[in-house]
């Protein structure tokens, strides 16, 4: 328990030098935005994730065999947009290899860019959400979760990769001390998995309780403080400087 606290406030705040610099308490601040955006897009897209590519994979078979309540098309949709992000993510990516805060800076302002059309559709249709909505929430989530996903990839933090969940979770019981492991970063780990469930279960309770630009416009000041923060750190450290691909 006491190497789970200590690694949990190594990554929360970060040591002086850490090679990472301040990137982990930063990925987690995304890793929160992953679950409110999804908690948004499942609950009031008709069943379909804007982050949770793997998901959406398993719900497009589902729709194609028929099950109620899910639909091909969105599916599609919001792998496409995803994609699209990703690619743009890509050449961001390629593009800042110097410097992974410049790299993070620019990914979150281009994600703020693109949640805050999301927000500004969601206003403009005053939380009703008809088939142009709908769609238009999913391209626009879509690509800013792509984006997300391409520089979480390029910065190679450990553990946070913002979406992906299983193998953070496979870590933490195959990794420990139990099954003969060295059990590496457990609060890392943990602080990851609370963190999406934070954002997931804000965004259900919000969806449920609240406007729907509630939600959005919270993902959005997340983003947005996310990249006025990296935007300050990035020119005070070297210690987070080189790129790592993923």
Known sequence: MRRLLTDAARTLVPPSGDRHGPLPPLMLALTVVTGLVDAVSYLTLGHVFVANMTGNVVFLGFALAGAAGLSALASVVSLAAFL???????????????????????????????????????????????????????VSLGLAMGVQNAAARRLGVPDLTTTVLTLTLTGLAADSSPAGGAAPRPGRRVLSVLAMFAGALTGAVLTAHAHLVVTLGLALVLLAVTSLTTHRLSTAGAAWAGTQAG
């Open 84 to 138: 699209l992000g990703a690619l743009a993510g890509g050449r961001l990516g390629a593009r800042f290899a110097a410097h992974r805060g410049h790299l993070l800076r620019t990914a979150t302002a281009v994600q703020t860019a693109l949640v805050a059309v999301a927000v500004a559709v969601a206003a403009a249709a005053d939380g009703h959400v008809t088939t142009g909505v709908r769609y238009a929430l999913i």
